[in-house]
């Protein structure tokens, strides 16, 4: 089955840095990749998601890149907020509606 | 609009109880996913319901078991309950167009003593 990978699992910047979080995945078959944020207490919030027939997608102070030959695939956050602060997952999926695989959490702190 | 919702938000049984978790999918949404998350973990799949009809079931024992309803609703039953079993059970809803893009519920807390 899948296997996706996340790296850092903790991750400290300052405000107004920026923060790039890592996955890979081992399932070529995979094509939707979506990354989540996790409040404290919270739900898992979807923040963006990516298609395999796209490279980068970008929403304001976040972006993911593919790299589908490699299998891998990051989080960027610029200009980072104290309110970033949280667990970011990634996720891989094989086409519509099939069971999402995480990675393990990073932990993002961003300290004013 | 409403999101997903879950019910109760916390629970706590003892060994060898049964629990059943409910979840209302966000209106016009057909499928549920379950997935369970340990704490400091991510979340990892259980089951998945489209139309009534399980799509597809991870790597979790026959103690696990869901269904879904005809207005899309959906529970998730865990018989003989083990001490592991204590995590965040969170449900999924995905529309039919837009299947792969799910959106979670609040989560169900299951506290196993």
């Known amino acids: 089955g899948e296997n996706v990978e996340q790296h850092p699992s903790t991750l400290s910047v300052q405000e107004g840095d920026s923060a790039v979080i890592k996955c890979t995945y081992s399932d070529s078959a995979s094509n939707y990749f979506p990354w989540y944020k996790q409040e404290l207490g919270k739900r898992p919030q979807l923040i963006i998601d990516?298609?395999?027939?796209?490279g980068e997608k970008k929403d304001q102070r976040i972006a993911v890149t593919l790299n589908k030959t490699a299998k891998h695939f990051s989080l960027h956050i610029t200009e980072t907020q104290p309110e970033d602060s949280a667990v970011y997952f990634c996720a891989a999926s094989r086409n519509s509606g099939y069971a999402l695989n995480f990675g393990k959490g990073t932990s993002l702190l961003v300290t004013p | 609009d409403a999101g997903v919702t879950q019910s109760p938000t916390h629970l706590i049984k003892t060994r060898g109880q049964q629990v059943t978790l409910r979840c209302s999918p966000i209106s016009g949404h057909k499928s549920v996913s379950w997935y369970q998350q340990v704490l400091g973990q991510g979340p990892q799949f259980i089951f998945q319901?489209?139309?009534?009809?399980?799509?597809g079931r991870g790597n979790f024992p026959d103690r696990f078991s869901a269904r879904q309803f005809p207005n899309y609703s959906s529970e998730l039953n865990v018989n003989a309950l083990l001490l592991g079993d204590s995590a965040l059970y969170l449900c999924a809803s995905s529309s039919l167009s837009a299947q792969e893009t799910q959106y979670f519920g609040p989560g169900t807390r299951l506290l196993v003593l």
């Open positions: 990516i298609r395999s027939n796209v």
């Open positions: 319901y489209y139309e009534k009809e399980e799509r």
